[in-house]
């Protein structure tokens, strides 16, 4: 089955700096990739949607100079959190769309394992 | 805005019962249901997926269940175990353009199945 990964999968970083989240797809090209946040106990919140070679499109209340999303390739996006807070300790997720072919079910996204991030 | 709900939020049974995990949405213009588990610190897994034009689907011990009129879904998991404690949440991929297919979860259903 389709196999998404991201790197690392915890991280501590200290306020003020910045920290880059890898999210890969293993076995599939992935046109689109989306970024979600989760924080305790809540659901997953999208942040933005990343689509290969273009820029991202994030939601309503996201910071774009905050969290800047690169998708360089079919296979690779990251998201890098500048200028840490506190605040933005959270798990993030990232999940990818394979790029639609005759056999697969449109849209469906595989998602990654998290990103534990903590910030102090 | 689509919204969705889950409930109970919480949900503790002995090994062997049979329960069911509901989900309901306020939109019913939607492209597909999609129910995944989630373990502690963990990404999420999917469990099924139901196409708009489908009842249900079933996987092993799981079946889900939609009835996309009423914007409801339900996850019935027959002779739980310990193993299937986790948190599952249901989500929704809309169809309207504005919301670009995305999906919308829901809060989740957090189960412990004692042993």
């Known amino acids: 089955g389709a196999v998404v990964s991201q790197h690392p999968s915890w991280v501590i970083c200290k306020s003020g700096t910045s920290v880059k989240i890898e999210c890969r797809s293993l076995?599939?090209?992935?046109?689109?990739m989306f970024w979600y946040r989760q924080f305790p106990k809540q659901s997953l919140m999208l942040m933005a949607t990343?689509?290969?070679?273009?820029?991202?499109?994030?939601e309503q209340g996201v910071e774009k100079d905050k969290f800047l999303i690169n998708h360089a390739s079919l296979t690779l996006s990251t998201l890098t959190v500048t200028s840490a807070h506190p605040e933005d300790s959270s798990f993030y997720i990232c999940?990818?769309?394979?790029?639609?072919?005759?056999?697969?079910?449109?849209?469906?996204?595989?998602f990654g394992p998290g990103t534990r991030l903590t910030v102090t | 805005k689509q919204e969705v709900t889950q409930i109970p939020a919480a949900l503790s049974v002995p090994e062997g019962e049979n329960l069911v995990l509901n989900c309901s949405f306020t939109?019913?213009?939607?492209?597909?249901l999609q129910w995944f588990r989630q373990d502690p610190g963990k990404g999420l897994t999917s469990l099924l997926l139901?196409?708009?034009?489908?009842r249900e689907q079933t996987s092993g011990r799981l079946n889900a269940s939609l009835d996309k009129s009423s914007g409801r879904s339900t996850l019935y998991i027959a002779a739980s175990q310990p193993g299937d404690s986790a948190t599952y949440l249901c989500?929704?991929?809309?169809?309207?353009?504005?919301?670009?297919?995305?999906?919308?979860f829901g809060a989740g259903t957090i189960l412990r199945v004692k042993s």
């Open positions: 989500a929704v991929r809309m169809t309207a353009m504005e919301y670009g297919n995305k999906l919308v």
């Open positions: 999940s990818a769309r394979e790029t639609w072919t005759s056999g697969s079910i449109p849209y469906e996204q595989y």
């Open positions: 990343s689509n290969e070679g273009s820029k991202a499109t994030y």
């Open positions: 076995d599939f090209q992935a046109t689109t």
């Open positions: 139901i196409q708009s034009s489908q």
């Open positions: 939109d019913s213009a939607i492209y597909n």
